[in-house]
């Protein structure tokens, strides 16, 4: 019987237990992680805001453990690869002969002044701490988010559900969500928050923290403070790899545990999955440091596949941008570069601008202007990104245009899609987004 040890138990751990169940046989799995209770990372946000019960927002772990895989609760101290063991913090060593990190990442905690005050959090991928969290944002009237990327924004528009709280989301960026989307759907998110309460800072960067005992003020670069019951930050976050460093592993220049295409480490023995892994950039071919849950769950899912042998690549082997939310019952969403990221990356672009109502005839019950931006390359059409703007539909919506990005499709694959049409459900069959982006491309580069 192989012996199977996963240590993390996360959305990438619990992928590739789920999976390499279904595909591998003689094999056994046992998760260790640290946390009693695993959250759904992405339903933080909603934990502390629009959830009744934060407690609703939990990963349930019956997949693993209905499935005969055993879970370990503990602290693994450290990876000895010459023994195959892994050592814990309260228990026996355990013998593996596939290892396979699923440690994460780690929350960003720069060093300002004052850091160590009571009252400042960053979000953990821990239930029973995020409950505890909600109860303090609950008796909080100021609350201050720093960072403006999706977390951010997704905090502050569900703790403005809560009534009673002065919230203030601080971003260094001109825009929040930059990386994302272009400055014309930022505007408009920040916008509608505004609209709802939320005082947004961009352009404007965090100095420090005052308080006695517990945070009451954040001082912001341009002099002025502002007040603080409690301080989230999301500014980001890092591999986590030190068990992989200290146990003599190779990492990439983002310090992320170095992997090729099978999920495979410096050592034979061992893969790496989800946000602690390496990942390679689909158009550059560079180290990328986009780490997203979607991205995790197909890297399990890879390791599953490959875990005794390497028998097939995942292709595409790189990855991109593929975002969604959700403002205010309003929803965006980007696959791909942006127009500044496609130029850095040498890019000659096409760039066009597409709306049309999501059900036809546009008078239907529930009809709304979904709005595009697209990006194509000047030299061949090739799809190098897309932006969406409009109701739910455009968060499945941007996963079929990140399929046709993986796939190298141009504006004529486009124009040529198949597509079903139904008057309540989707665009007039001639008003396609798709299409109609697609039209427009070959019409600039053909004339």
Do not use: W
Not at 119 to 144: F, N, Q
Not at 345 to 367: C, D, M, T, W
């Amino acid at each position: 019987m192989n012996k199977v040890v996963v240590i993390g138990g996360g959305v990438a751990a619990k992928g590739f237990v789920i999976t390499s169940k279904k595909l591998n046989k003689d094999v056994t799995h046992t998760v260790i992680r640290s946390n009693r209770r695993a959250p759904v990372p992405c339903g933080i946000p909603y934990a502390l805001g629009v959830l009744k019960d934060p407690n609703d927002n939990l990963s349930a772990d019956t997949e693993i453990i209905d499935q005969g895989s055993t879970l370990v609760i503990d602290d693994v101290i450290s990876i000895n690869r010459d023994e195959k063991k892994v050592y814990l913090k309260n228990n026996d060593p355990v013998a593996y002969d596939q290892l396979v990190l699923a440690t994460g990442s780690n929350p960003i905690k720069p060093k300002f002044e004052g850091i160590d005050l009571e009252g400042i959090y960053i979000i953990e991928k821990d239930l029973d701490k995020t409950v505890d969290l909600r109860a303090k944002v609950e008796a909080a009237k100021s609350v201050v988010i720093v960072g403006g990327g999706f977390i951010g924004v997704e905090l502050a528009d569900e703790i403005s559900h809560l009534s009673g709280k002065k919230i203030t989301l601080v971003e260094y960026a001109p825009y929040c969500l930059s990386v994302a989307f272009e400055a014309k759907y930022s505007i408009e998110i920040e916008e509608k928050m505004k609209l709802h309460g939320i005082n947004v800072l961009t352009g404007i960067s965090v100095q420090g923290f005052s308080g006695t005992g517990a945070v009451q003020k954040v001082k912001l670069s341009n002099g002025e403070f502002i007040d603080a019951d409690i301080v989230f930050l999301v500014i980001g976050a890092v591999p986590n790899s030190s068990l992989a460093k200290e146990a003599g592993l190779e990492l990439d220049s983002r310090s992320a545990i170095k992997v090729d295409e099978y999920q495979r480490t410096s050592d034979p023995n061992i893969m790496a999955i989800g946000d602690c892994a390496s990942k390679i950039d689909l158009f550059t071919n560079e180290v990328s440091n986009i780490r997203l849950a979607s991205i995790a769950s197909k890297e399990g899912r890879n390791a599953a596949y490959n875990l005794l042998g390497k028998k097939k690549l995942m292709s595409p082997v790189g990855i991109t941008n593929l975002f969604s939310t959700a403002v205010k019952g309003d929803y965006f969403a980007a696959a791909g570069m942006t127009r500044q990221q496609c130029e850095d990356a040498g890019y000659g672009v096409i760039q066009v601008e597409v709306s049309e109502f999501n059900r036809h005839p546009g008078k239907l019950p529930g009809a709304v202007k979904t709005r595009g931006t697209f990006f194509f390359d000047n030299s061949d059409l090739k799809l190098l990104g897309a932006q969406l703007a409009g109701n739910d539909q455009v968060a499945e919506m941007i996963n079929g245009i990140g399929i046709a990005i993986q796939n190298n499709a141009t504006a004529y694959n486009l124009f040529a899609y198949n597509y079903a049409t139904q008057p309540m459900g989707t665009f007039a069959p001639n008003k396609y987004l798709l299409h109609l982006a697609a039209t427009q491309a070959i019409v600039q580069f053909e004339n």
